[in-house]
């Protein structure tokens, strides 16, 4: 994905799986659910919500659920 102005969004856990999501990072949800302190189901829908803000779609892979796709 090029890179993008990060949008201004009040919950930092956001601003930062949008920063992951323009960096192109590997997105290992158990690495996230520690960083943002909850669980790895909450750190997935913290990257739904970041992907609506930069307007891309994005899909957890069923059989290999720490990762996912942007499309």
Do not use: K
């Not at 956001?14 to 290992?28: F, P």
């Not at 750190?43 to 290999?64: H, K, Q, S, T």
């Amino acid at each position: 994905m090029s890179a993008q102005a990060i949008p201004i969004h009040t919950d930092w856990r956001v601003r930062r799986a949008i920063a992951a999501i323009n960096a192109d990072d590997s997105w290992d949800f158990a690495v996230y659910a520690a960083e943002f302190e909850c669980d790895e189901e909450e750190a997935i829908e913290i990257f739904f919500r970041a992907a609506r803000v930069l307007g891309v779609r994005f899909r957890v892979v069923e059989d290999r659920p720490r990762s996912a796709l942007l499309h």
